[in-house]
């Protein structure tokens, strides 16, 4: 019912920033909730920060002061602003995002297929 697609992955050297976008599209009343999350090679996903509809936000104590997550409702459109990038935070970055459908109760979560980031020391 809802697709969602990443961008803005690359690859860029250790300090660097690269802004993330995820796009949602299908037949949703609301979102509740935006999430990114990441995978490193040979490790768990992880959740990275997430944004509430009332515009809430966590982070994982690793990326704080470095990644800041935003949304735009109106465009079902999810960013992720990584600054002073590490070798550590490559991963393949994946949006997900909880919504409500159009004339279906309850949340339903959907995932983008991931977007590479590699940074190199």
């Known amino acids: 019912q809802v697709q969602l697609v990443e961008s803005g992955g690359g690859l860029v050297q250790a300090g660097g920033s690269l802004r993330l976008s995820c796009a949602a599209s299908?037949?949703?009343?609301?979102?509740?909730?935006m999430a990114w999350y990441r995978q490193a090679p040979g490790k768990q996903r992880e959740v990275v920060a997430t944004?509430?509809?009332?515009?809430?936000?966590n982070y994982a104590g690793s990326v704080k002061a470095r990644f800041t997550i935003s949304g735009d409702n109106a465009k079902n459109t999810a960013y992720l602003q990584m600054n002073s990038l590490k070798p550590e935070d490559t991963a393949v970055y994946y949006c997900?995002?909880?919504?409500?459908?159009?004339?279906?109760?309850?949340?339903?979560?959907?995932w983008g297929k991931g977007t590479l980031v590699t940074v190199s020391s």
């Open positions: 299908g037949s949703i009343s609301s979102i509740n909730v």
């Open positions: 944004i509430t509809s009332g515009g809430s936000t």
């Open positions: 997900n995002f909880g919504v409500t459908l159009r004339g279906v109760v309850g949340v339903a979560y959907y």
